[in-house]
C-alpha cells in the first residue's frame, strides 16, 4: 500500500465536506429521534475517512494497527456497557438525587 | 544518512516505525480519555433529552459549522504538506504547515468569539450564570458542563497541535527533517488529524442533534 497521493487527498477533502453539508442539511429536515443515529453515523464515516486517507492507517504495520485497534475496542465496550445500564435500569442511574426532583420542575 | 538515525536503531525505517507506533499508542490513551467524557454525555443525554434538545437550539450553529470546515480544511493541508515534505519540497511543505497553524488559530478565535457569546447571556461553566436561573431544567446544566469541559478540553489539544506544528515548521524550514527523514511532521499531523477526529464528533453533539438517543 503507497501514501495517498494529493489527487486522493483532495478528493478526501471535498467527500468531507460534502459529509459535513449532509449532515448539516438533516439537521433542518428534523429527523427527530432518527436524527441522533443518522448524525453520529455520518460522523463515523467521516473518522473512518480521515483514519484511512489523512491518517493512512492503510500503510501502518499491523502492530500499529493492532494498538488503536484495542483502544478503539476498548471505547465501544465502555459505551454499549453504559447504555446498556442505563437503559435498563429503574429508577434511571442519573436522574436528580431522591427528594430533589421538584426543584428540577420549570 | 546515518546521522539522522539515533544509535539504537537500525535504520531510518525502523526509527520512523517506532515514532509512528509510539504516536499512535499515545493516541489511543488521547481517545479513551475523551471516551469518560462521551460516556458522560451519552448518559446525561438518555436522562434528560428536553434539556439537551434546548442546548443544542441555543448554541450557534454557524459557529460551529464554520470550525468544523476549518478543521477539516486544515488537515487536508498538514496531509499535503507531509506528502511534499516526502518529495522533498521543504518550502512549499512550509508554507502549507503554516496554513494549517494559521486555521488552527482560526479555530480557536471563533471558539473564543462563541465562549463570549455564551458569557454574554449569562452561561458559565458549571451551570452558573443568570441562564440558569431563568432555565432549570437540569440537563441543561449537565449540557452546558459538558460543552465546555469537552469543548475546552478539545481547544487545548487544538491550542497544543499549533505549538506542535510550529516547531515541526521550524524543523521543515531549516531542512533539519526533509525527505530523508518525514516521519516527525508526519507524526505530528497524525495527531493534528485525531484533533479533527474529535471534532468531527463533538459538532453533531452540541450543535446538530435533537431527539432521543432512545
Known amino acids: ?65 493492532f494498538a488503536f485497534a484495542a483502544c478503539l475496542s476498548l471505547f465501544a465496550l465502555m459505551i454499549a456497557l453504559l447504555v446498556g445500564d442505563i437503559v435498563t435500569r429503574s429508577p434511571p442511574p442519573l436522574g436528580p438525587p431522591p427528594g430533589t426532583e421538584a426543584r428540577y420542575k420549570g | 544518512m546515518r546521522e539522522h538515525v539515533a544509535g539504537h536503531f537500525e535504520d531510518i525505517e525502523k526509527q520512523a516505525h517506532a515514532a509512528r ?30 434539556g439537551f434538545d434546548v442546548g443544542v437550539e441555543h448554541n450557534t450553529l454557524v459557529y460551529g459549522s464554520v470550525n468544523t470546515a476549518v478543521l477539516l480544511v486544515s488537515s487536508y493541508f498538514v496531509a499535503l504538506g507531509v506528502h511534499e515534505l516526502r518529495l522533498g519540497r521543504n518550502r512549499l511543505s512550509a508554507w502549507l504547515v503554516g496554513l494549517t497553524i494559521l486555521l488552527g488559530l482560526a479555530f480557536l478565535g471563533i471558539k473564543t468569539a462563541e465562549y463570549l457569546h455564551h458569557f454574554a447571556d449569562g452561561i458559565y461553566p458549571g451551570g452558573t450564570g443568570r441562564f440558569f436561573e431563568e432555565h432549570t431544567d437540569p440537563g441543561l446544566k449537565m449540557f452546558f458542563t459538558l460543552y465546555f469541559c469537552m469543548t475546552g478540553l478539545h481547544a487545548i489539544h487544538v491550542l497544543v497541535g499549533c505549538g506542535v506544528l510550529s516547531f515541526l515548521l521550524y524543523k521543515v524550514a531549516t531542512r533539519s527533517i526533509g525527505a530523508w527523514a518525514p516521519h516527525p511532521l508526519a507524526i505530528g499531523a497524525i495527531y493534528w488529524h485525531l484533533v479533527d477526529v474529535i471534532w468531527i464528533f463533538l459538532w453533531p453533539l452540541f450543535y446538530l442533534v435533537t431527539g432521543h438517543v432512545r
Do not use: N
Not at chain 1, 429527523?31 to 453520529?40: I, P, Q
Not at chain 2, 507506533?21 to 438518555?46: C, D, H, K, N, Q
Open chain 1, 1 to 65: 500500500m503507497k501514501e495517498p497521493t494529493p489527487r486522493a487527498l483532495l478528493l478526501t477533502l471535498i467527500v468531507l465536506l460534502v459529509l459535513a453539508g449532509v449532515s448539516l442539511a438533516f439537521r433542518f429536515a428534523h429527523l427527530g429521534d432518527f436524527g441522533f443515529a443518522v448524525a453520529l453515523g455520518i460522523a463515523a464515516i467521516k473518522a473512518v475517512l480521515v483514519a484511512l486517507v489523512f491518517m493512512e492507517i492503510t500503510i501502518e504495520k499491523p502492530t500499529v494497527r
Open chain 2, 21 to 50: 507506533f509510539g504516536m499512535w499508542v499515545f493516541l489511543g490513551t488521547e481517545v479513551l480519555f475523551f471516551s469518560g467524557l462521551f460516556a458522560l454525555y451519552i448518559g446525561y443525554r438518555i436522562e434528560h433529552p428536553r
